[in-house]
């Protein structure tokens, strides 16, 4: 039997880094992903499949918010955080046994996107019969800054985790390389694969188009440093970088699931919406603008000082 603090040694292994773990996962969420990720792992239970798992699970969670019976909202609730422990796990299974693949990250994104879906068409069909189309306006004009909002916090995470653990242990990539490796493959005979990467480059691509200072910073590092950042220079960029970390956590799943419930709670589910388009995009737009000063910044350190 494993003792504690042998357990906490693994729990931490597979963590991608504290500077990037926010409060609820930490105490939550992560401990719990940990246990599904030990019990996943004796059955032989591959990462995507607990990744598929989480999907049904989030999308039966949606289809609960679509009545009005408190009780039925409450098994819902119940149900997404269930789906978000089996989001967390799916990560530590494959931390845990090396079994990560460009198709478990294109799923792990598409998890989230398919939950809350569910989540905005329930929503308005509830309130179609009082609000009309309107209602589907408003989860049109939501979805699409919802979806800038979890793909940049993701990025800057993502950015964050680059320079502090490396290239070799980072899953950041560029679209022009995805690109590359989208071309190797056919449509006949590797559609899974093919379409994983398309995805992501299409993706990826979205994400360098809103960080033209972050695109340059990266070009002037690769023309003076190909083989490897110094860490002088990581370390610089993490320290500027750290503070933004708690934003990019409002931005992804615990706080906007807090403002649902509390929505559904007091049965005004609108609300929801409008905290994400007034609140997260607050926040958005403050998170562009100070990532892209720090990348301005180092732009210039680059072009003046010499790193070693």
Same mark, same amino acid.
């Given at each position: 039997?494993?003792?504690?603090?042998?357990?906490?040694?693994?729990?931490?292994?597979?963590?991608?880094?504290?500077?990037?773990?926010?409060?609820i996962d930490l105490h939550f969420y992560r401990p719990i992903g940990?246990?599904?990720?030990?019990?996943?792992?004796?059955?032989?239970?591959?990462?995507?499949?607990?990744?598929?798992?989480?999907?049904?699970?989030?999308?039966?969670?949606?289809?609960?918010?679509?009545?009005?019976?408190?009780?039925?909202?409450?098994?819902?609730?119940?149900?997404?955080?269930?789906?978000?422990?089996?989001?967390?796990?799916?990560?530590?299974?494959?931390?845990?046994?090396?079994?990560?693949?460009?198709?478990?990250?294109?799923?792990?994104?598409?998890?989230?996107?398919?939950?809350?879906?569910?989540?905005?068409?329930?929503?308005?069909?509830?309130?179609?019969?009082?609000?009309?189309?309107?209602?589907?306006?408003?989860?049109?004009?939501?979805?699409?800054?919802?979806?800038?909002?979890?793909?940049?916090?993701?990025?800057? #995470?993502?950015?964050?985790?680059?320079? /502090?653990?490396?290239? =070799? @242990?980072?899953?950041? $990539?560029? +679209?022009?390389?995805?690109?590359?490796?989208?071309?190797?493959?056919?449509?006949?005979?590797?559609?899974?694969?093919?379409?994983?990467?398309?995805?992501?480059?299409?993706?990826?691509?979205?994400?360098?188009?809103?960080?033209? #200072?972050?695109?340059?910073?990266?070009? /002037?590092?690769?023309? =003076? @440093?190909?083989?490897? $950042?110094? +860490?002088?220079f990581r370390e610089e960029f993490r320290a500027k970088s750290l503070?933004?970390?708690?934003?990019?956590?409002?931005?992804?799943?615990?706080?906007?699931?807090?403002?649902?419930?509390?929505?559904?709670?007091?049965?005004?589910?609108?609300?929801?919406?409008?905290?994400?388009?007034?609140?997260?995009?607050?926040?958005?737009?403050?998170?562009?603008?100070?990532?892209?000063?720090?990348?301005?910044?180092?732009?210039?350190?680059?072009?003046?000082?010499?790193?070693?």
């Amino acid at each position: 039997m494993m003792k504690k603090g042998q357990e906490k040694i693994s729990l931490d292994s597979t963590l991608k880094s504290m500077d990037t773990e926010e409060f609820i996962d930490l105490h939550f969420y992560r401990p719990i992903g940990y246990r599904w990720a030990l019990l996943f792992d004796r059955l032989n239970i591959s990462p995507n499949a607990v990744t598929i798992a989480s999907i049904i699970i989030g999308i039966a969670a949606g289809i609960c918010f679509y009545y009005t019976s408190l009780t039925i909202n409450l098994i819902g609730m119940l149900l997404l955080i269930w789906a978000n422990s089996y989001d967390s796990a799916d990560g530590q299974l494959a931390r845990m046994t090396g079994k990560t693949s460009q198709l478990g990250r294109t799923l792990d994104g598409l998890s989230g996107i398919s939950w809350f879906i569910a989540i905005y068409a329930a929503i308005c069909f509830r309130l179609f019969p009082s609000w009309g189309f309107w209602i589907w306006a408003l989860a049109a004009f939501t979805g699409f800054f919802h979806g800038k909002q979890t793909e940049l916090a993701d990025y800057y #995470r993502n950015i964050h985790l680059h320079f /502090l653990k490396g290239k =070799k @242990f980072s899953e950041l $990539t560029d +679209s022009a390389t995805l690109k590359e490796t989208g071309a190797t493959l056919s449509w006949k005979r590797n559609f899974i694969q093919k379409f994983s990467v398309y995805y992501y480059t299409m993706y990826t691509k979205d994400q360098e188009t809103w960080t033209p #200072r972050f695109q340059q910073m990266m070009s /002037l590092l690769r023309e =003076k @440093f190909p083989l490897e $950042t110094p +860490s002088r220079f990581r370390e610089e960029f993490r320290a500027k970088s750290l503070p933004l970390m708690k934003f990019t956590n409002i931005c992804s799943f615990n706080t906007r699931v807090i403002a649902l419930f509390v929505a559904l709670l007091i049965n005004q589910p609108w609300l929801y919406f409008i905290f994400e388009l007034i609140v997260l995009n607050f926040i958005l737009i403050y998170m562009i603008i100070r990532h892209e000063r720090i990348c301005k910044y180092f732009v210039n350190r680059l072009s003046t000082e010499q790193y070693d």
